[in-house]
T-cell receptor
């Protein structure tokens, strides 16, 4: 049973460039969330996708956008990269829980994509 | 004030010791609480859920105190393999699935 897979694992970009990160959720999961983890910090919620729609968004600028495909896989796009965007980008999958929020937070994470912006 | 606050540590404890971590959350409407473990340069992994009634899994015990808005994790008989960062999570307020992670508490178990 494949877990959450992310690609690429590492990448280096320069300021102003654009990046696309990819995620395939765990088998049986239909909801994908993206997190940014800067060095020494906890993961920060970027947004969540379900049924190919963005369902919730954290406090991130519009430079951060995403997409979910019919097979539940997802992409995170970041435009006009800044030095401060350097971080580990984590994809987490879960089953859609609807209003059963007492289980919100039972997430399976991929190994992440480590982005360095020079 | 941060939504979820943790002492980043590090906590350096000898093997066999008992160690406790606390975490506070600011949103009284939070409905879901968890502890995650994150090894160095790895992804977070769910350790356990946290309930008001307490939750025990082997050497690990988690507790939620809603009145004081804090979450605790107790590790008994610490092992070298327990060395990691422990992330506190709270969320699910307003019927939303968004959860907030704390900064994490680093634990180093020493021989």
């Amino acid at each position: 049973d494949a877990g959450v897979t992310q690609s690429p694992t590492h990448l280096i970009k320069t300021r102003g460039q654009q990046v696309t990160l990819r995620c395939s959720p765990k088998s049986g999961h239909d909801t994908v969330s993206w997190y940014q983890q800067a060095l020494g910090q906890g993961p920060q919620f970027i947004f969540q996708y379900y049924e190919e729609e963005e369902r919730q968004r954290g406090n991130f600028p519009d430079r951060f956008s995403g997409h979910q495909f019919p097979n539940y896989s997802s992409e995170l796009n970041v435009n006009a990269l800044l030095l401060g965007d350097s971080a580990l980008y984590l994809c987490a999958s879960s089953p859609w829980i609807g209003s059963s929020v007492t289980s919100a937070g039972e997430l399976f994470f991929g190994e992440g994509s480590r982005l360095t912006v020079l | 004030r941060k939504e979820v606050e943790q002492d980043p540590g590090p906590f350096n404890v000898p093997e066999g010791a008992t160690v406790a971590f606390n975490c506070t959350y600011s949103n009284s409407a939070s409905q879901s609480f968890f502890w995650y473990r994150q090894d160095c340069r790895k992804e977070p992994k769910l350790l356990m859920s946290v309930y008001s009634s307490g939750n025990e899994d082997g050497r690990f015990t988690a507790q939620l105190n809603r009145a004081s808005q804090y979450i605790s994790l107790l590790i008994r008989d610490s092992k070298l393999s327990d060395s990691a960062t422990y992330l506190c999570v709270a969320g699910g307020s307003g019927g939303y699935q968004k959860v907030t992670f704390g900064i994490g508490t680093k634990l180093q178990v020493i021989p």
